[in-house]
């Protein structure tokens, strides 16, 4: 039942996978919290192990949550199904040498999707913020601290244009020092 | 046959070497994939291999996977492109496998406890950090910015599938209406030239 429901949401997201794994993000929450596979908090883990993996960041988090729902058998399944609609799409653009980039149709709905793709990805900062409690600013130290630590990753991500697995990596020691 | 698989074997061990070079989808592979399948192998010239990226960003799915999927199949038809797609993805799905079981097995260790409190902020600023550059990219002019600006609220309302194929609907009838009423169409950047965000390439 489980391995039917993975299957069924990253076959389905597969087609649906434009504009990189973070705006993936709607799609597997709505997931998670439908079939109740994880708390929010694991899932923004997963998302975290996903972004420091190499690979594409959709297909990492579909094999980690299919790991952790159902074991191996749940994480070859999920990247199966993942990677499936690109398999059939690329067959039968290749196939056919379909020139879609040419094709004002195609051109027409990327003008439409690219902003909507987007809305997805500001739509997933919002809800993994709500999620992750960064909107509760409560003057405790914990919150403060987040608060700055959010600031800091913002400022090294878009000032000092680091990678960001650079940016995971340092802000994991900064949680070992301020909160164990 | 034997020849076949010898074929097959190379096209899954040549995406397969340039598979963990990937991080966050795949653009940094493109000079890689020149490097091998035009300069080394000559398997083919470089102006099918722009094509190729031209075209794997336009099919949903990493620009990666979908490329060396595409490439597989020029040179090897159906099971090249199968070749080609377990060979760049085998390498990355192991690792982030090994990352994952250690993670359950260590996630209950105070000190990881306390590294993913800062690393979840942390990954709220990276998604944010995602949305401006896709925003660079996607909001080219008062149109964009107002299917960006609606899209937030209606994703409270609506399932992701729906809202992607309404933000698609949206832009053929906005770009073929402008077109019957006279108005030009500004054509966005050819994404081949402009290296910064690819659709589809992660971050």
Redesign the interface.
Known sequence: MELWELFHTFF?M??????????M???IE?AVTKYGWMSP?QL?????????????????SA??IG??TAG?SG?ILS?FA??L???I???I???FF????HN???????????????????????S??EA?H?VSLNGSF?SIS?WI??AL??FA??KLRW???Y??AL??????T??? | MKERWKALIEIFWTFFKI????????FAMVPLIVREIVEKRKWLDSEEVA?VF?????????V???SA??IG??IGG?KG??AA?IGV?L???L???A???S??FI?DH??L????????????????????K??K???VDKT??F??????P???FV???T??L???????????SKKKMGYK?K??KDPAKNPDYF?????
């Open positions: 389905h597969g087609f649906f996978s434009f504009g990189g794994g973070y705006a993000m709607p799609f709505a908090e923004t883990n997963m998302i975290a192990i996903a972004g420091m993996s190499p690979g594409p960041i959709a297909a990492n094999i980690l790991y952790s191996i994480a990247a993942i990677l609609p690109s398999l799409l690329v067959l653009a290749a196939a379909v020139k879609m980039h004002p149709l195609v051109e027409a709905m990327f003008y439409g999707l690219k902003p909507l793709v987007t809305s997805l990805i500001i739509f997933a900062a919002i993994f913020a992750n960064l914990r987040l630590i959010f990753s913002l991500l878009l990678n960001p697995i940016v995971i802000s994991g020691l900064i949680g070992i301020l909160y164990s | 598979s963990p070079v990937t991080f966050g989808g795949g094509d031209a075209l794997s960003q336009s099919i949903p799915g990493s990666a996977i979908n999927t595409f199949y020029r159906v492109a199968l797609m993805s390498p990355t799905f690792i982030v496998l990352l994952g079981v993670y359950l996630h105070p000190k406890e306390a590294a993913f409190v800062s690393i979840r902020i942390s990954i709220v600023a990276i998604i944010i950090y995602a949305a401006i896709i925003a990219t996607a909001i964009t910015f299917i960006t600006l609606a899209g937030v209606v994703l409270f399932h992701p599938t809202a992607i309404l933000g698609a609907l949206t832009g053929v009838v906005v770009v073929f169409h054509k966005s659709m589809g390439a992660g971050i």
